[in-house]
């Protein structure tokens, strides 16, 4: 299977209808077709056996597949059992195996400390199951442990999955979780079974796991795209929850619609907007927005604007948050007087 699975995936079979020849299974294909014809509890405990990625290819090839022909079938299952027969029956040990022979020889604690030492890994196949739950839910059943569990607990899981772990942490911990994550190097044995404790409690947990839905953004997006006097369905909204509605209209007007307007909205914003704010709300601006704001600007307004960026020198995040946001209530007056027609979500359009 490994060997399979390591082998790049390519076109799987000829489509119906084509007059080309058919095209023998890739390995990947190869696999799949094993998984399918084993049945569902031999391949979920296939499964069980491979990483995030392997599983992932597999069982989209395995979801793709349709119109195999027998023959491809036989070939896929003979050529296994070729394989299978080569092999020479001789299997590595057992940790049960390894612990009574190193008990015999070495005595009990120093074979437990050599089998902790090959079987470090024995806990990734228990943590390779937290792999596919939301980030923030590990990142609470590790909040409360100290900075060392959590750093062994994240040195245990994908770089790409431990980097939005720490991510969903509070920002003040995250400097003293990846000092000891580099700091770490041989784990003694009691610290890798209470890490074994923990990953078993996330475990037992996992039925408990909520989905997380961006209730507000949602919103803001929806309403962003109703047709009809949208203006109207605010204001009722607002009637019922004056607070709620408030962050909903934060998240429908953000600083980077600025890059999706028109030209001639955005002369228009330029207009109402003094060049003393523009110099500031630009700065640490996105490249998009920077360059739609001085593309719309008179060329001598522009150096204009340029030189007293450079005199400005820098500014703190809170005074740019502040006339950003200033920006933006100067923008939605503009909206909802009927001066501009603001485009507040990204679309296909047609000349």
């Known amino acids: 299977m490994d060997e399979v699975l390591d082998s790049p995936a390519a076109p799987a079979f000829t489509p119906v209808g084509s007059t080309t020849q058919p095209t023998s299974p890739t390995p990947i294909e190869q696999a799949a077709i094993l998984m399918l014809s084993m049945g569902e509890e031999p391949a979920a405990n296939v499964l069980r056996c491979l990483s995030r990625d392997e599983l992932l290819e597999v069982t989209q090839v ?41 008990d015999l020889a070495l005595g009990s604690d120093i074979a437990n400390s050599v089998l902790n030492s090959i079987y470090g890994d024995v ?4 943590m390779a199951r937290l792999q596919w739950v939301s980030p923030k839910w590990l ?23 431990a980097v939005d772990v720490i991510e969903a942490l509070p920002v003040e911990c995250r400097d003293a979780v990846l000092l000891s994550i580099a700091r770490l190097k041989d784990v003694d044995r009691d610290l890798l079974d209470e890490l074994d404790e923990l990953v078993n409690r996330s475990l037992d947990c996992l039925h408990t796991q909520s989905t997380t839905v961006e209730g507000v953004q949602q919103t803001a997006d929806i309403i962003n795209r109703l047709s009809g006097d949208r203006q109207r369905m605010i ?17 429908m007007y953000d600083f980077f619609c600025l890059s999706r ?34 593309n719309c600007m008179p060329r001598r307004q522009a150096q204009s604007f340029e030189q007293m960026m450079r005199r400005l020198g820098p500014v703190p995040v809170s005074r740019v948050e502040q006339v950003r946001s200033e920006i933006l209530t100067a923008v939605r007056e503009l909206a909802d007087a009927g001066e501009i027609d603001l485009q507040l979500f990204s679309e296909d359009v047609l000349e």
Do not use: C
């Not at 990142?139 to 999955?161: G, V, Y």
């Not at 307007?261 to 110099?279: A, D, F, G, K, Y």
């Open 62 to 102: 395995m979801s793709r597949m349709s119109g195999i022909k027998v023959d491809a079938v036989k070939k896929t299952i003979q050529r296994f059992f070729d394989d299978y027969r080569e092999q020479s029956g001789v299997h590595g040990a057992s940790r049960a195996f390894l612990k009574q022979s190193l």
């Open 123 to 126: 806990i990734r196949p228990k």
């Open 139 to 161: 990142a609470d059943q590790i909040a409360n442990e100290h900075a060392r569990m959590q750093a062994l607990f994240l040195a245990f899981l994908p770089p790409s999955l």
């Open 235 to 251: 204001e009722l909204m607002r009637a019922r929850d004056p607070d709620l509605m408030g962050e909903v209209e934060a998240r």
């Open 261 to 294: 307007q028109t030209e001639v909205v955005l002369t228009r914003i330029i207009e109402e907007v003094p060049l003393e704010q523009w110099s500031i709300a630009l700065k640490g601006a996105e490249p998009a927005v920077r360059s739609a704001i001085l």
